[in-house]
């Protein structure tokens, strides 16, 4: 049986993105990538793709996340989290409950982050946090990324922590960071929790020990989310038999095999292709001359 489709794993604590890829290869004997890094202490959804729908990727790492993450004050290390090495040490502090909402307004919307050393970015080819690990420094461009929201969970004396919505290449313990230094006192991030990415979130993930009792009891098929699924906020279309040569060969299919339906297509928009009603196909785009032109193709063409 192919697998094709997405999973959503809960990522616990000291895995790294690449080693819950590596394990669902070995146990779904499938092909397999992540859809955004989770750092080794960092837990939570991790949405997994799968067959065919490692092509969904880009799709769903560029969907809006939600962190909780907690703010030690007084302290900031190499690593802008507390696994790192302190560079400063103001502890004890005292932080007055208004200041801290104050200043989480302004975090509040579009905001610039400079990318942290110790990230999966690659200048010239090579990782930062390779070039960090042997104590080289570079220039980082700074990037726009943007905040819909942050709550307070909870405020003491000595943390915080707090609920982010934001786009896609936020860094939290850059958010972390930065806010200690406009605190005056310097911050570090200790537990990150990653509770939604896009439509994944807490509530339908599954452990890496879970996966691996439903594969070996044959049910994990119940678990994996199919790609049209993943891609259902895209309009649906129909064709009919006489597309299926173009299909088949990959090909730009034109307009008047589209299937009667209430509204015309709109060049540029993108829909889920389906043919014979029940059979999904891919992802495709309506073009100014009047064809549907394969985007993503999530099916075995030679079984349709």
Do not use: W
């Given at each position: ?22 394990i ?13 890094t ?45 696994t ?16 801290f ?130 891609l ?11 597309a ?5 060969n ?5 307009e ?22 029940e ?26």
């Open positions: 049986m192919e697998i094709n489709g997405v999973i959503n794993v809960y990522k616990e604590k000291g895995y790294t993105s690449h080693d819950v890829v590596n669902l290869k070995r146990t779904l004997k499938a092909k397999a990538g992540h859809t955004g989770l750092d080794p202490e960092a837990c939570g959804v991790l949405p997994i793709v799968l067959g065919r729908s490692t092509k969904l990727a880009d799709y769903i790492m560029a969907e809006d996340k939600v962190y909780e993450a907690d703010i030690h004050f007084g302290v900031t290390t190499d690593t802008q989290d507390m790192g090495s302190i560079v400063s040490d103001k502890r004890p502090v005292c932080i007055r409950e208004q200041d909402f104050d200043i989480l307004e302004r975090f509040q919307g579009e905001i610039i982050q400079i990318p942290p050393m110790y990230s999966a970015i690659k200048i010239n080819g090579e990782k930062l946090y390779n070039l960090a690990r042997k104590g080289i420094e570079v220039e980082r461009k700074p990037r726009a990324v943007t905040i819909y929201g942050i709550d307070t969970v909870d405020l003491c004396a000595e943390k915080a922590r707090i609920r982010v919505k934001c786009s896609k290449g936020t860094y939290i313990r850059t958010l972390c960071a930065d806010i200690g230094e406009v605190l005056g006192c310097g911050a570090a991030m200790g537990e990150l929790l990653r509770s939604k990415s896009g439509s994944f979130s807490l509530d339908n993930s599954l452990k890496l020990d879970d996966i691996k009792t439903l594969a070996a009891d044959g049910r994990i098929v119940t678990r994996i989310i199919p790609p049209d699924v993943i259902k906020d895209y309009p649906r279309i129909d064709v009919c038999y006489e299926l040569k173009f299909i088949r990959g090909n730009s299919i034109n008047k095999f589209i299937e009667e339906q209430g509204e015309q297509p709109i060049i540029g928009q993108k829909y889920r292709l389906y043919f014979k009603k059979q999904f196909i891919g992802l495709y785009a309506f073009t100014d001359g009047g064809l549907l032109k394969p985007i993503v193709i999530l099916r075995d063409l030679n079984k349709v």
